[in-house]
């Protein structure tokens, strides 16, 4: 069974930074794009970033580009986002998802497989 799990999240004041892992495991991900969202309460889920399995192709949302790094270690399974500079209007519950393809996406419905969530709390 595909398990994702998030790590990182916390408390930090306004400009300090976080980095979130995700950890994937039992399953195949050679070949599978990773995404990170977030949702804010009584928000939508939203994209933060997604990553091809080589790294090569990224997506950022734009008000987040900057800001926001997402990176993969494939020998480790390991999803990254580096935060820095975070704003109160980051704080949200931080989701990461895989796909069962290598194609990178912004939509939530197109990700086969999700973590449980991180909170990220940010204050003013």
């Known amino acids: 069974q595909v398990q994702l799990v998030e790590s990182g999240g916390g408390l930090v004041q306004t400009g300090g930074s976080l980095r979130l892992s995700c950890a994937a495991s039992?399953?195949?991900?050679?070949?599978?794009?990773m995404g990170w969202f977030r949702q804010a309460p009584g928000k939508e889920r939203e994209s933060v970033a997604s990553?091809?399995?080589?790294?090569?192709?990224?997506y950022y949302a734009e008000s987040l580009k900057g800001r926001f790094t997402i990176s993969r270690d494939n020998a480790k399974n390991t999803v990254y986002l580096q935060m820095n500079s975070l704003k109160p209007e980051d704080t949200a519950v931080y989701y990461c998802?895989?796909?069962?393809?290598?194609?990178?996406?912004?939509?939530?419905?197109?990700?086969?497989?999700w973590g449980q969530g991180t909170q990220v709390t940010v204050s003013s």
């Open positions: 998802a895989a796909k069962n393809t290598d194609q990178i996406s912004a939509i939530p419905r197109t990700y086969d497989y």
């Open positions: 990553i091809s399995w080589s790294g090569v192709r990224v």
């Open positions: 039992g399953g195949t991900f050679s070949g599978s794009a």
